[in-house]
């Protein structure tokens, strides 16, 4: 997914950076939401001074946040299944 987090820890900390690769204009998409919600919305201001004072840098809370979006949009996403046709039989 486009927020999935890759583990970038050295000695003894724990940290994980943004997987950049992957659809830009998905993780562009994402950042505006994010940052939109987290000026205008309620929750993600809640959610982002909890997780600040718990000590997470803003950098995280918004990596927490996409991930967030991505699975909210990801369930209104159509999910089509992948049936196979039978080959057409030559004579």
């Known amino acids: 997914m486009w927020a999935a987090p890759l583990p970038a820890s050295s000695g003894r900390t724990n940290r994980h950076r943004l997987n950049r690769g992957g659809d830009r204009q998905g993780n562009n998409a994402l950042h505006t939401i994010v ?43 159509p999910h089509m299944t992948h049936t196979t046709k039978p080959l057409p039989q030559t004579a």
């Open 35 to 77: 940052l939109v919600r987290m000026k205008y919305g309620q929750r993600p201001q809640e959610y982002a001074s909890r997780r600040t004072a718990e000590g997470m840098t803003k950098k995280d809370v918004i990596r927490c946040l996409k991930r967030f979006v991505a699975r909210e949009i990801y369930r209104h996403l």
